[in-house]
């Protein structure tokens, strides 16, 4: 009688021999090197063909769902949703899907907006966002969704500094620093009652519902705890280049830029206690992981080999340079998700790397706002404010010649507040933020603005989807204005007709750090010495603490585009005699600065007091805390003198400096201001606006209000400025 | 023994009262009444319920493709192509599928492409698009798709104004006029060996692989050969008001927007002689047809019931108001095509209509070039020059500095031309277009130049997809635009970062109709007189048939934005020596307009000839065979001097016109040229094409070429214009 051991001992040889085969089968052909977001050290030398090592299980990789139910047959039109093989149900419709994304610091937070985007549009189902975030990326996302009101779409956040004493005694060669390893620490992290969730990369682009990869949880035996797609680099084999020694894993190992967790199975199998057990083996003998979390899953995964569910390929194309996964896509006959591991991103080489470039860039540049769409027949909470804003449209009149006016008033735009890297500056007690507003069409203004303010500036930009990738383009390529971590761009995406000029406005002003701020135009230069001049009066005048003053800067403007700016007040009167500057708007406007008494400035050594009169529109700095500009203002007129009006009410003393100024540049007409001229309904409706301005003042100042009601049924010369 | 008759009877009452029974389950509702594109007729009095009629297949209205395989059970999820029921096999991989679209004028010919956008958005399979088009239209689509260059389309054109006689004799009331009936014509207008065809009205969205949609002609009988989606509407039940008489119809009737065609069983059972029967025996009776092809197809069928195959509602979601449309929608839990069918298009009222119009504005707006992508694994004929295209972009070398520019030189924009609608101007022997090109930043320009040139204009605009929305907009929305059907629009697609002026140029030069053209630039406005006198100094001098001569208009610019234009030379003079005005350039280039001698210009009666010199940049008007610009030439420098050098080497004499003028108007810097000023590398690969363009003179004149080195090899001053 045979020992007992001898059959399975068989067995596992011919197994083992099959799985060589397959291998060579597979991976015959000449591979490359190349590992997950390995810096520049991609391409590094010493590439050989992969080892032929057996690995979990052969037949799955170049498969689609369907070769999970072991199908021998299953060819690559299996991995097609709309075949009918094996492919597993989706989830019963308006199930809520979970997402888990970790998240730090400005350029990763426009790569999760990027992915979230491409999630979206093609979901059907309630989503569930969990957001690790640093301080940053969450000021960021959180500002995002409150505007972005998708209907559906829940999102939660999670501090990860809060995390970081869980992963920060592992040491770790990886970019993406600590935060690459919270992914372990996410069972711990996320709700106790979540069964269930898909940990995502920020480099991820989904081309396809992720409700189908949701579904793939159905595939789990009772066991599996971590779905994952194998590995698409031969890192994990080794012998990369000399003395080139990865972490454990299984063969190829697998890639943790998509993963299926069932956290409570692995609550229950003490994951916490397990990860950390292997990784501190693990770092007896080597220095440190070098791709952070998928190095310590991999080795839980050597070890545990039960706990893995191998995914379908096409649900994790690595698009490294050499990479394995043209063996994938190229047999699929649909794409589901594309992971831009490489380091080198959208360079990456790849003969079919245009096509998903496209995909990429088609939601980079896709117009968020579309994304607010609610879903079929799937009971949803309406996202906060959204029901009061949909009564508030609901209730307007179509046939009312001033629709677009109150349509633009009701908007809500999404806001991307710090869209570039960005340095808080230092807090000093009289420092000073220059805010404005812009839109495409001013860029141009921007080199010039920071070598005229050498200060932080909080600045709004009105851009679409696709030209806010326009203007970081721009930016990066601009030496002065990469330079400046001071400048802080917030991006404020157009949908409407009319040109939101004071919602622009208050959301710069709202992300002003310094206790003051110089409410400019973006088409103005100040005096190069201008903001180190208003530190000092600020200090002064004790404006704020002993003074609610409103110091005013003076304005001038130039006709001509080039012309040598004045370096002191010597040379611009200079100018003004010699006819080569005027007072601003001198010839269309002279009223909206004339309270300045530029007669009086000319001679002035010290700050002087002016009164409000109908009309005045100065430049001014003022606290922080002063009031916003009223939003019903949009398009063009009225909007900064309404705020003056405002200033006015609530007893601000308008202080004019004698050594102040600043220059207004000429520039095309926008759009909105040809439109203006052009249209009477445009002046009828405008007049309507500062009649209920008016009203509102009444109810806020009472009798005081009396006093602007004049200027406020002036009727409107298509002449003057804003 | 029972007569055999009667189990027969009792099965037909029994289908019947089930018929009645689900009828009334389904349309119990209150209903409106609505049909499909009628004008502004829409929402007419006297609606009522539906009456409850049989119809072909009561139970396939409301239900996936699982229903037409007569499950019992199938719930609405049988839609959703995930699900896997009996949904059908999706077509094999590669399988090229076969579309016809009747489309006519400059309106539907933008339809057509944004539905195309939607449908290759989706597509995974090769597509041969049958267009029958008018002569407009196929001038539009003709270009566009020979510039778009996307793999795996190939697009055939058939002559529209042919087929009309086949169809010219049946009055019609639809909108759609004659172009409304061709759908019926399509069997033997279509290449006898195409067996099958979708065919599609310009008014639809996809929101889903049209693959699945040519997976049902798997479901056809042996016998059908029309398949469509009955109409989700109670026009066909009649009684919508008083003597409303519709043709006949089989129940509600079916919905002609979206039809899957089997062309070879329609020929084999003469199709040809049905559908004229049927067309002239109803016209004895009813004046016309209400709703075009859809009426005749509905009374054939009616006639014929054998031969329509029912399909699932979703793949026509006509979106009429008070359409029936959402019973099918709101139990899918997946949508796949979109039919504005209502006169309102995307204002009808529906509750998702904000979900569906994103849907069409996704595509209205989206990035064509992103469309530019192959197939996966399919091997297809790339488009006709992209692999030249290829193989050029891949020898260039990403390393070289001027790496951008020959990019931008060899890239290939996608063109619209005649963007909107276009009057060409009656053919006159001494006719003049204005040609220019234009950026959304230049939008302000058009209406003055309206106002100062009276006559033809072909203008090229530089934008993306979704600034041809905006720019659609201000044309409709500006009087003075709109009134103008002599100026021609032609969309050139943005890619790549730099502006490729002459590009632009040549597309505006290559549209005009007219013998001559006036080569102008955006910011410039001609004198009022301009048209009428070039027209007379044409004939005079007799260009072009007796003289060789590009006519020269002397140009000068304010730098005033408001400032009153010179109806006549006289104040023009009054002006130059008030110093209000100034000749073109006087400040930084005198040189681009030196030669053109203004000091003679001022007392000069008759014109007079004027010798080349370096540098030399004059507008000129020339016959329209005048030499293309080069369109080495991108983002900014040298493109028009090149042109006048080009001119002089072909021997054109240059003659000033003593009463012509045209002056410039201030603007801010383009992008472009701020960073040229910003970037010597800029500045050196300007050099290099200058070289490059000297080459190719020297190769092309020989020795006469020698005569331009000097100007070519003078460094580039950043002061200077283009």
Redo the contacts between chains.
Sequence with gaps: MLPRGRPRALGAAALLLLLLLLGFLLFGGDLGCERRELGGRAGAPGCFPSQLMPRVSPDWRLRGAAALDGDPLAGP?DS??????P?P??PP?CELLHVAIVCAGHNSSRDVITLVKSMLFYR?NPLHLHLVTDAVARNILETLFHTWMVPAVRVSFYDADELKPQVSWIPNKHYSGLYGLMKLVLPGTLPAELARVIVLDTDITFAS?I??LW?LFAHFSDTQAIGLVENQSDWYLGNLWKNHRPWPALGRGFNTGVILLRLDRLRQAGWEQMWRLTARRELLTLPATSLADQDIFNAVIKEHPGLVRPLPCVWNVQLSDHTLAERC???????KVIHWNSPKKLRVKNK?V??FR?FY??FL???GN?????L??CPSQPPSGAEQLQQALAQLDEEDPCFEFRQQQLTVHRVHVTFLPHEPPPSQPHDVTLVAQLS?????ML?ALCRHWPGPMSLALYL?D?EAQQFL??VE??PVLAARQDVAYHVVYREG?LYPVNQLRNVALAQALTPYVFLSDIDFLPAYSLYDYLRASIEQLGLGSRRKAALVVPAFET????FSFPPSKVELLALLDAGALYTFRY??WPRGHAPTDYARWREAQAPYGVQWVANYEPYVVVPRDCPRYDPRFVGFGWNKVAHIVELDAQEYEFLVLPEAFTIHL??????DI??FR?SPTYRGCLQALKDEFHQDLSRRYGAAALKYLPALQQPWSPARGS
Tied chains: 1, 2.
Excluded at 370 to 374: A, E, Q, S, T, V
Excluded at 666 to 671: E, R, W
């Design positions: 039109r097609n949703p709309s075949d009918c093989g492919q149900l989706p419709k059907k519902d409700a189908e579904a896509y190229s047999e699929a006959s649909d794409l079919h245009k096509l496209n860039l088609t540049e896709y117009d579309l994304l607010r769409r609610g079929f027949g495409m069409d001013r860029l141009q080199e679409t696709a383009r721009f390529a601009s007709p006709l001509h585009y080039r010839h269309e000429p520039h095309t007409p926008s759009l040809s439109r052009s």
